[in-house]
């Protein structure tokens, strides 16, 4: 292998299709749960696990939730809303906005603090956590986690938040097998190319913490992560900055806490 090009990444659509919705099924019957809720945002993740979901279970085991704030973008509702609809599939609108408005002032803290704008992040993603449990929970439902392998390798998730859930069925795919994945199963071509943003705050998106997208990042992930091969020859093999390869392998060292179990003295 002489290149870390992003064909690296191919598979077998057909084939991995087919081992994803075996295991949603094996999953939720296992559980006995009576199917799952999943959190709309109208991007690409959510979107293609809805779809798995659908097609692993029947529509009408599928609940989709969508939580928007005041600076959810339009489209993004929008998207959520068409996709459902074209699925058959029910469908519940929380937003949060209220919710974090109070916790904030309970807090004592402006929902606008730039100090403070990740730590109120992530009160976002783990306020809908607890509304995806809650209906987890008075539906018999298990809540279906959206990560992807790339945001999980550098931790670009919030712990407890929507790094929570009783299942991933996509998180062995990196970002671009997922969006090809999406492709494979004809989802709507403005989904599956839309740039990812989990509108934490206003404009969330990867290029704020991490100066690469997806079909660069990807590559990199995969020759660190699954080649094993060590930063140098990744970057050589990418053409990625060696700076920017070892900013990786830091992030992913920084985040391991959010792939572990929290540690303690159990035997």
Same mark, same amino acid.
Request: hydrophobic share 40%; with cysteine.
């Given at each position: 292998?002489? @290149?870390?090009?992003?064909?690296?990444?191919?598979?077998?659509?057909?084939?991995?299709?087919? &081992?994803?919705?075996?295991?949603?099924?094996? !999953?939720?019957?296992?559980?006995?749960?009576?199917?799952?809720?999943?959190?709309?945002?109208?991007?690409?993740?959510?979107?293609?696990?809805?779809?798995? #979901?659908?097609?692993?279970?029947?529509?009408?085991?599928?609940?989709?939730?969508?939580?928007?704030?005041?600076? !959810?973008?339009? &489209?993004?509702?929008?998207?959520?809303?068409?996709?459902?609809?074209?699925?058959?599939?029910?469908?519940?609108?929380?937003?949060?906005? @209220?919710? #974090?408005?109070?916790?904030?002032?309970?807090?004592?803290?402006?929902?606008?603090?730039?100090?403070?704008?990740?730590?109120?992040? @992530?009160?976002?993603?783990?306020?809908?956590?607890? *509304?995806?449990?809650?209906?987890?929970?008075?539906?018999?439902?298990?809540?279906?986690?959206?990560?992807?392998?790339?945001?999980?390798? *550098? $931790?670009?998730?919030?712990?407890?938040?929507? $790094?929570?859930?009783?299942?991933? /069925?996509?998180?062995?795919?990196?970002?671009?097998?997922?969006?090809?994945?999406?492709?494979?199963?004809?989802? /709507? &071509?403005?989904?599956?190319?839309?740039?990812?943003?989990?509108?934490?705050? /206003? $404009?969330?998106?990867?290029?704020?913490?991490?100066?690469?997208?997806? &079909?660069?990042?990807?590559?990199?992930?995969?020759?660190?992560?699954?080649?094993?091969?060590?930063?140098?020859?990744?970057?050589?093999?990418?053409?990625?900055?060696?700076? *920017?390869?070892?900013?990786?392998?830091?992030?992913?060292?920084? !985040?391991?806490?959010?792939?572990?179990?929290?540690?303690?003295?159990?035997?």
């Amino acid at each position: 292998m002489k @290149n870390l090009e992003p064909d690296v990444l191919e598979f077998d659509p057909e084939v991995t299709l087919n &081992e994803i919705l075996k295991f949603i099924r094996k !999953t939720v019957e296992e559980a006995k749960a009576l199917g799952v809720v999943v959190g709309l945002s109208g991007g690409i993740d959510s979107s293609l696990t809805t779809v798995l #979901c659908v097609r692993a279970l029947g529509r009408e085991k599928v609940l989709g939730i969508l939580m928007p704030t005041s600076f !959810t973008p339009k &489209e993004d509702v929008e998207d959520a809303l068409e996709l459902a609809k074209l699925l058959g599939i029910r469908t519940e609108k929380v937003s949060i906005d @209220n919710v #974090c408005k109070s916790f904030f002032e309970m807090m004592h803290v402006k929902e606008n603090s730039v100090e403070l704008k990740i730590s109120l992040a @992530n009160i976002r993603a783990r306020i809908r956590m607890a *509304i995806l449990y809650f209906y987890a929970n008075v539906h018999n439902l298990l809540v279906a986690g959206t990560g992807d392998r790339s945001e999980s390798l *550098i $931790g670009f998730y919030t712990k407890y938040g929507d $790094g929570a859930a009783d299942f991933f /069925p996509i998180k062995h795919l990196y970002k671009t097998q997922a969006r090809r994945l999406a492709a494979y199963l004809k989802l /709507p &071509e403005r989904i599956v190319w839309k740039p990812s943003s989990p509108q934490l705050y /206003p $404009g969330h998106k990867l290029s704020d913490e991490l100066p690469l997208d997806y &079909e660069r990042l990807d590559p990199v992930l995969f020759g660190l992560f699954d080649m094993k091969f060590p930063p140098k020859k990744v970057s050589e093999m990418t053409n990625v900055p060696l700076e *920017i390869v070892i900013e990786i392998v830091n992030r992913n060292k920084k !985040t391991e806490h959010k792939r572990s179990l929290p540690p303690s003295l159990e035997r």
